[in-house]
Structure formats: structure tokens, C-alpha cells
């Protein structure tokens, strides 16, 4: 087996991936050259991807596991290393071109559009973790080991 070859195949995850790599692709040869993003932007994006993929798909999700550093190692890389790697890419705008036309009126429907405004500002995105963290610290949602 190849060692970028999933340990544990996710569909979710292949999916996920792929169809990101493939729109972002599909919206660069769509864009003019004089519109398309750098070559470190794309660099970036895609590097980014590939470094949460092997995170997640290949054997180092394995090992992970069944050794605490590489779990830690694991979670820096899925947590913060990789998607601010890609996002310094900037890639919405590209991938949202290379997505089908009826996708795309979905994605920029307006009351999609509405949500991902309010997404985005800053006071919502420094609460939104917080009700999770806080639900799972509770001690009525613990679980209890037997």
C-alpha cells in the first residue's frame, strides 16, 4: 500500500478534499491570467490541503493513535498549521468559480450569503468554540469511565 494512501478511508474527508483541489483547479483555468491568483497563493491553498490530508487519511493517523506526541503533532497540523496555510490562499473566490452554475446560485443565494457575513465578523468567531468548550467541561457531560 503507498503511503498516501488512506489507513482509514473516509469518505467525507475524500470528498472534501477532492472536490476542493478539483473546484479550485476548475476555477483557475476558468479565470483570465490577469485575474488568477499568485503562484504562492495556489502554492499555499494546495500545500495546506495536502498537509491535513496526510493529518487525517494516510498511516500517520495510525500512528497517531497509539502514541501521544504524534496525537499532538496530529492536532497542531489539522488545527492551525494547515488551514492557515491555506487560507493565506485566499481561495474562495477561485473555488467558487470552478463549482457548478447551480451550486454556485446556492452559495450566493442571498440568505446563504447573509449568514457567511455575520461568519465572519470577529465577535462571532471568537464565541462560537466557547459553548462547546464550555458544554464538555460541565461535569454532568463527562464521560464516565467503568
Known sequence: ???WAPWD???LE??????AVFWFFR???????EMRPSCWRQIAF??????IYAALQTRFDYMAQHMF??????HVIMHHIGPSVAVLGWPGETIKQGMPRRLR????????SCCRRVRRRATSLCRTPRPASE????PRHRPVAN
Open 1 to 3: 500500500m503507498p503511503v
Open 135 to 138: 458544554r464538555w467541561s460541565a
Open 27 to 33: 476555477g483557475l483555468m476558468q479565470e483570465p491570467s
Open 9 to 11: 478511508f473516509s469518505w
Open 14 to 19: 475524500y470528498l472534501a478534499t477532492t472536490l
Open 69 to 74: 506526541f504524534l496525537n499532538r503533532a496530529q
Open 46 to 51: 494546495v500545500s495546506g490541503l495536502l498537509v
Open 105 to 112: 446560485s446556492i452559495v450566493e443565494h442571498r440568505g446563504v
